[in-house]
Every structure is written in C-alpha cells, then in structure tokens.
C-alpha cells in the first residue's frame, strides 16, 4: 500500500464521472497524495477501469455501481478509510443520492470527505450518524474563522523564485490537472516545484499550499493567496511555484483569475484552453470570448506574459490533437501544448531559461 497522508478511499461521483461535473473525481483517480483511491461509484460505468473510461490509460480503480458493492468488492486489505464526494456540479450543492450514500459510509464506520458548499456539519442527521459511529466528518470549502484569515500585505513581493499561474479560458477546463503535471514534470528534471492549490480538489490531491478561493470571503482572498505563495517559498525554496487558476477572467460565474493575477503577481501565465468549447461551461448561451482576446486581458490586467498554451483535447480524436496545437501557434504565435496527451518535458524545457 502506498504510503498517503489520510489512507485508502473511496470516490462517490454517481452519474457525472467523464463529465465536467465529475471534476473533482477525476483529479483524485489520475493523481493525488492525500488518499489511496481504491474505488469510484458510478452505476454508469461499473465494471469498467477509471483511469481507461477517463483517459485511456488503465489504472487499476475499479467502477462500482454503488457503496454496499464496493464494500464487498473491494480487497480487505485495502478497506476505505474514507468516503470522498468527487462532485462538483454548478453551485457546488450536495444531492439526496449523495446524502444516502453518505449516511452508509458513516453507518459502515468511515470518515466522510465533502468539498461542497452543503456542510456536512450542518446536517444534523448527518452529524449525530458521524458522532454515534466516531467518525470524522470534514467539510473542505468550510471557511476558518476571520482569525485565522490573512489579509494581503505587499510580502508577496519577497518570493524570489518562478511564479507561474496556470489559468484557463473557461473553468473545469483543466488547469488544476495541467499544473500539477507541470510540477511533476519539474521535479522529474532534477528541480523543486510547488503547487498552490486555489480549490477544494487540489487540497484533496495534498496539495500542501492552498486556499479554497470559491469560500473565501472576499476581504481575504488575496491574502489567501499571497499567504500560500509566500508560504510555499519561504518553506520549501522551490525554483518554481505553480498557481492553479479558478474559472477564467471572462467566466459569468467565476472570474477567478483577476485574484490570482493581482495577488499572487506570477512571472509568466499559461492559458488551458479548449478549442472545441464554443460557449463557458454549464452557461448555454454565452460564447466562449476568442483566445486571442482573452491573452489581451491576460496580459492587460497583469503585464505579464501569457507565455504558453496548454490544450484540453475534449471532444477531439487523438490525431486532431498535433494539428490543433498548430492551428493555436499559428494563431497566437505562442508555442501550444497538450500536456496530459503527451507530457510536459518539451513545455519544461522551454520555462527553465526562467528559473531565477
């Protein structure tokens, strides 16, 4: 068993796994140091592989249709400590089948794991199940206490080492996963990279530097921010430092960006985009604005360079993959990469002149 922060899992994604809402879910089977992820539920796909229905790649996560057949299919050896909601629909709000299922998670005595804005805590029938059981029950997106809140101070200006934010043209899009294959990709050549996670599910994968934008109350989301950074350069002396970006500037729902551009003061941007995506993600309606507007604001906004593009190859066949690449450098005369297709090596080799 690999060694993991909080032991073997459980991921309870019911009917969104391979879509955009099954976000979170998919995050935690292609890589994550919090948990061992031992299952996933999904009546859709049981039977079936997690890591081939999601990307081709068999990774040994089998599907169950839901909790009472994982329990009994899963080795004994590997029984889940932890019940994670791999959700993550529009407004972040709990459903009912979610809730049935979690009242059999704490009933079967694991801890339960929710990165929505339904608190767990707050469910009483929830909350005595987790007491009677002796059960933990954590709600990830729960804000401190303004205590234990940072608010920004201009410290930011002190890290020293490669900043770069890692945003998107639009949210659920893949910038999280992009990221982290970045830092991967930096350690594997030989140097220190640290991820600061801005969401629930980058937490959920160890991300040991984050803050949870999308809950934050907004006097501190920059603090938050500059905290991580300024954190995660002062203890680790990393020659780089990702940034995972939240929506997109232009998103109706989750301008994220414009923190993270403001607060976190990256050297460099790398902007995940997908070129099948004609309108924002769950917004029908409102059109996706072109790539080559959205570098503008990019760079308008925060003077720096949008300094590569990473592609998200959704609704693409494997060989419109090289072509759309080109298509993307042509248009914007920045190189273009799929990172999660191929690896990020080349896209490595291209920041390391930059390490200061």
């Known amino acids: ?20 809402n099954g976000k979170t879910a998919h995050g935690l089977v292609r890589f994550t140091e919090r948990y061992e992820i031992v299952g996933v539920i999904d009546h859709k796909y049981a039977g079936q ?9 068999a990774n040994g996560i089998p599907i169950y249709t839901d909790f009472k057949e994982a329990l009994l299919g899963i080795n004994p050896k590997k029984k889940p400590e932890t019940l994670v909601i791999g959700l993550a629909p529009d407004g972040g709000r709990l459903p009912q089948s979610a809730k049935n299922t979690i009242k059999l998670a704490l009933q079967s005595g694991l801890n339960v794991d929710s990165g929505l804005h ?13 007491k009677k059981h002796n059960c933990r029950i954590r709600d990830i997106r729960r804000t401190p206490d303004r205590d234990e809140l940072h608010f920004f101070t201009g410290r930011i200006e002190e890290v020293d080492c490669l900043k770069i934010a890692v945003l998107g043209t639009d949210s659920a899009i893949g910038k999280r996963t992009t990221a982290w294959i ?5 350690r594997k ?13 980058a937490w959920m994968q160890g991300a040991k530097y984050s803050m949870i934008m999308d809950s934050c109350i907004n006097d501190f989301v920059s ?9 995660a350069w002062k203890n680790e002396s990393p020659d780089v430092i990702l940034i995972e970006g939240q929506g997109s500037l232009m998103n109706p729902a989750y301008p994220g960006g414009f923190e993270i551009l403001a607060a976190g003061r990256p050297d460099f941007v790398i902007l995940q985009h997908a070129p099948k995506r004609i309108e924002y993600d769950g917004f029908p309606g409102y059109k996706l604005h072109p790539l080559k507007e959205q570098i503008n604001a990019i760079e308008t906004i925060s003077g720096k360079k949008v300094i590569a593009i990473t592609l998200n190859h959704e609704l693409m066949r494997r060989e419109e993959i090289s072509p759309a690449c080109e298509e993307i450098t042509k248009e914007t005369g920045l190189p273009a990469f ?19």
């Open 1 to 20: 068993m690999k060694k993991t922060i909080d032991g073997p899992a459980l991921v309870y994604v019911d009917e969104a796994f391979n879509t955009p």
């Open 49 to 57: 592989d997690a890591g081939l229905v999601l990307d081709d790649k």
């Open 118 to 130: 339904d608190f767990l805590y707050k469910d009483g029938e929830i909350a005595a199940l987790a």
């Open 182 to 186: 970045i830092v991967h990709a930096f």
């Open 189 to 201: 050549a030989g140097l220190t990279a640290e991820m600061v996670g801005t969401g629930q599910t």
């Open 223 to 231: 603090g938050e921010i500059e905290h991580a950074v300024h954190e």
């Open 338 to 356: 799929d990172v999660l297709a191929e690896n990020a090596d080349p896209l490595v080799e291209l920041l390391k002149p930059y390490i200061k």
